[in-house]
């Protein structure tokens, strides 16, 4: 069956609509078929030319829904709805939409706090670090502050994305021909974290694409080194 995965939050500017693309790029990488669906009124939608996956337009309270019923019929798909910052009526209808919800949030207090406040709100969101530092100074006081502000959510915080500026690339109107392999490999880490929140193996996406053979994924990986262990690395919906 088809699964619906929503990206919001009441945050502005915590990376949604390029983790929305990242994910739906690294879904296309593992054989899993995705739309990534566009709710954003202040942006315009993108060509789905040279992507993994399709684009649809759902800017439209009758167009959002025509979608999500759409993929809700197509076998083995998975729709990634990008919301947006500051809506939260909007987030409470797409969450009603939707199997699971991830909630970035950036490296700040102000953040943190919200995401907070929105885990208490979506009881079965999970949080995820977004455009998370790589310096190592930098994220171990992002993570000291995740773990004292965020220590009893632990269970439902995502490994963290680290920041990275090919991302952007993802969202020109038309993607260059052929992508940065650092750019790829982020993507594909995000969209095995989310398909084990869904419990969907990558065997299972490439029966639902036809088959293809593809090598053998690797179990979910160690926490990286110097990594907080208070990220949930394997946690399930």
């Known amino acids: 069956m088809s699964r619906i995965i929503c990206i919001i939050g009441n945050k502005g500017g915590t990376g949604k609509t390029t983790l929305s693309h990242m994910l739906c790029q690294g ?8 739309a ?11 060509s789905p030319d040279g992507r ?8 439209t309270h009758d167009a959002l829904h025509k979608i999500v019923g759409k993929l809700r019929t197509m076998e083995g798909w998975i729709g990634v709805i990008d919301g947006g910052g500051n809506r ?16 970035p949030f950036r490296d700040s207090h102000e953040d943190l706090r ?30 000291r502050n995740v773990a004292q502000l965020l220590g009893d959510y632990r269970e439902r915080l995502l490994h963290p994305v680290a920041s990275l ?7 020109q109107t038309h993607i260059p021909d052929s992508l940065p392999s650092t750019l790829g490999n982020a993507c594909r880490a995000l969209a095995r974290q989310v398909m ?15 088959g293809a053979s593809r090598p053998g994924r690797p179990p979910l990986a160690q926490s990286p080194a110097g990594q907080a262990d208070h990220y949930a690395g394997n946690t399930t919906h």
């Open 114 to 143: 919200t995401v907070q406040h929105d885990l208490e709100i979506f009881p079965h969101a999970y949080a995820l670090p977004s455009q998370w530092p790589t310096n190592a100074w930098q994220r171990d006081a992002a993570d």
């Open 165 to 171: 500026s090919a991302s952007k690339l993802l969202l």
């Open 27 to 34: 879904l296309g990488l593992l054989g899993q078929r995705s």
């Open 88 to 103: 939260a009526e909007v987030d409470r209808v797409l969450d009603g939409l939707c199997d699971i919800v991830v909630l």
């Open 36 to 46: 990534c669906v566009l709710t954003d009124t202040s942006r315009e939608p993108l």
């Open 196 to 210: 084990d929140v869904l419990e969907i193996g990558e065997a299972e996406a490439d029966a639902a694409n036809g």
């Open 52 to 59: 993994r996956y399709v684009t649809a337009d759902g800017r």
